[in-house]
């Protein structure tokens, strides 16, 4: 089992900063079955990113996602008041490693 | 409006059942695959099981296997998870998401309900 460790845990920085959070797998996966969530207090998740880079559909341009192998990121280019929330990567290369890792809380500083 | 409606939710003892329903709309039913995610309130995201688009294929986590079966009705276009033995750590929030593409079983989630809460207690 594909097992996804997310760093860091807690990011703290101001609007209009720029994020990166880490998505790490315990082997190499294709990265055309990696995901990015958002879920905000009180939400379900939102799909943001699949297949390591592509942005779903009404997400905007600042939310863009890299990586391959085992290292994917997520970047948000400039914080906007909204986007404060728990962050989650996927992989879902193949049933049963339809795994989550273990999120990362981007907070306001 | 794309849409997913979980109910089925509720106080339950250990070691009974309960059955979640997935009411979907606003988009073909038979034409995604479909799953179940868990949350344990304040904690992280679980995957539970996945069905494909026309039942021919499932797949469960390890924590439920042999203990949740996940089905489908297309006429009716619903979603359901049949937990049996519940445990205590079986307490969580319970989504049904849709995949993005359909086609396959194991694929990202674009569209998820609010959840339905199961708790599992004496």
């Known amino acids: 089992e594909i097992v996804l460790t997310q760093s860091p845990g807690t990011l703290s920085l101001s609007p209009g900063e720029r994020a990166t959070l880490s998505c790490r797998a315990s082997?190499?996966?294709?990265?055309?079955?990696l995901a990015w969530y958002q879920q905000k207090p009180g939400q379900a998740p939102r799909l943001l990113i699949y297949?390591?880079?592509s942005r779903a559909t009404g997400i905007p341009d600042r939310f863009s996602g890299s990586g391959s192998g085992t290292d994917f990121t997520l970047t948000i280019s400039r914080l906007e008041p909204e986007d404060f929330a728990v962050y989650y990567c996927?992989?879902?290369?193949?049933?049963?490693?339809?795994?989550f890792g273990g999120g990362t809380k981007v907070e306001i500083k | 409006e794309v849409q997913l409606v979980e109910s089925g939710g509720g106080l339950v003892q250990p070691g009974r059942s309960l059955r979640l329903s997935c009411a979907a709309s606003?988009?073909?039913?038979?034409?995604?695959?479909m799953h179940w995610v868990r949350q344990v309130p304040g904690k992280g995201l679980e995957w539970v099981s996945g069905?494909?688009?026309?039942?021919?294929?499932?797949d469960y986590a390890d924590s439920v296997k042999g203990r949740f079966s996940i089905s489908r009705d297309n006429a009716k276009n619903s979603l359901y998870l049949q937990m049996n033995s519940l445990r205590a750590e079986d307490t969580a929030l319970y989504y049904c998401?849709?995949?993005?593409?359909?086609?396959?079983?194991?694929?990202?989630?674009?569209?998820w309900g609010q959840g339905t809460m199961v708790t599992v207690s004496s």
């Open positions: 069905i494909s688009w026309n039942s021919g294929n499932t």
């Open positions: 082997q190499s996966v294709s990265s055309s079955y």
């Open positions: 297949g390591a880079s």
């Open positions: 606003g988009f073909t039913f038979d034409d995604f695959a």
């Open positions: 998401a849709k995949t993005l593409e359909g086609t396959y079983l194991s694929d990202a989630f674009d569209i």
């Open positions: 996927q992989h879902y290369g193949s049933s049963p490693s339809l795994t």
